[in-house]
């Protein structure tokens, strides 16, 4: 049941945004093992010009370099760190080769939100781990 936030350099593109939110979305069925009908994907852009790395934005480094964000939220204990390490090594490969040109300060966070404190639909994920 993760929600996923993802933040790209530059300006909204309805392809990279079909393409990435599948590619991160299959992912996250195949590495972390959670159900592709309660993935959430939101995808955003934020121009190149109020992204900034080590001081500088986007739009005024000469390597001309993209970047993401990438937030995913899931159950606290529901991954082992293995899983976890091979999702952030795969999902960045990925999405650089999806959106291209990546600069490696691109981040990934797997958020382990408290089951008792995280859900859908009204319903933690606590309650569904009790009564399902």
Do not use: C
Not at 85 to 91: I, N, P, R, S
């Amino acid at each position: 049941m993760p929600h996923i936030n993802l933040q790209i350099s530059g300006q909204p593109d309805a392809e990279l945004t079909r393409r990435a939110a599948a590619t991160v979305a299959e992912l996250t069925q195949r590495i972390l093992r959670k159900e592709e009908n309660v993935i959430a994907v939101t995808v955003g852009y934020l121009p190149r010009e109020q992204w900034i790395i080590g001081g500088k934005a986007l739009s005024e480094r000469s390597d001309g370099r993209n970047a993401f964000q990438l937030d995913i939220s899931v159950t606290d204990e529901t991954n082992t760190k293995a899983e976890k390490a091979q999702y952030l090594k795969d999902t960045f490969a990925a999405l650089s080769e999806v959106i291209g040109d990546v600069n490696k300060v691109s981040y990934i966070h797997v958020i382990d939100a408290r089951a008792a404190a995280y859900g859908y639909g009204g319903l933690s994920q606590e309650y569904r781990h009790q009564h399902g």
